[in-house]
């Protein structure tokens, strides 16, 4: 099962990981010492979208990582 095109796509899968893991390493706009309620709620939905985001892009560099291993055996 010796294919380029499985290179390829696995190599895709994982760039796509490494590009949503980046998205998450972004820093929050300037916050006042002292938030708002509503700007505590926003942050809290931050972090569960930002978990949400590591595990996509976990799932999907081992999708890439096991198209790369299928294609080398």
């Keep these: 099962m010796r294919s380029i095109a499985f290179a390829a796509v696995g190599l895709g899968f994982v760039l796509m990981g490494a590009g949503l893991f980046a998205l998450t390493l972004r820093k ?9 309620k509503a700007q505590q709620r926003e942050q ?8 949400k985001m590591y595990v996509a892009a976990g799932v999907s560099a081992a999708v890439g990582l096991a198209l790369i291993v299928l294609m080398l055996f």
Excluded at 28 to 36: C, I, L, R, W
Excluded at 44 to 51: D, F, G, R, Y
């Design 28 to 36: 929050p706009k300037n916050q006042p010492a002292v938030p708002t």
């Design 44 to 51: 809290t939905q931050l972090e569960e979208e930002k978990k």
